[in-house]
């Protein structure tokens, strides 16, 4: 069973910087995507940015040329570099894990796994 753990979460000034990691273990396939979502208070879950096995990134729009997402496959473990941080950033955010892998010869994706969560507020 995959698990991902979460930290470095924090309380920081507005353009300050506070770096997130999450490592994941259980049995982990080799591709796969991880990533981070947040959900702020009232609102919906929503996508930060990804990283493939491979490197591939993806962002979100509010959060591009600010925050810097990377891996380290040896580690199986995501970081979240958050620069020039708004009050707006503020949310709790979530590690996530999902894997693609061949069954029959169909590739197929695993369901999402996801951590716990660590909070991030931004002081106006």
């Known amino acids: 069973q995959v698990q991902l753990v979460e930290s470095g979460g924090g309380l920081v000034q507005a353009g300050g910087s506070l770096r997130l990691s999450c490592v994941a273990s259980?049995?982990?396939?080799?591709?796969?995507?991880m990533g981070w979502y947040r959900q702020a208070s009232g609102k919906q879950r929503e996508l930060v940015a990804t990283?493939?096995?491979?490197?591939?990134?993806n962002y979100a729009d509010s959060v591009k040329g600010r925050f810097t997402i990377s891996r380290d496959n040896a580690k199986n473990t995501v970081y979240l570099q958050m620069n020039s941080l708004k009050p707006e950033d503020s949310a709790v955010y979530y590690c996530?894990?999902?894997?693609?892998?061949?069954?029959?010869?169909?590739?197929?994706?695993?369901?999402?796994?996801w951590g716990q969560g660590t909070l991030v507020t931004v002081s106006s």
């Open positions: 996530d894990l999902y894997m693609k892998t061949t069954v029959g010869g169909v590739w197929v994706r695993t369901p999402e796994v």
């Open positions: 259980g049995n982990i396939f080799r591709i796969n995507v």
């Open positions: 990283v493939t096995n491979g490197g591939s990134t």
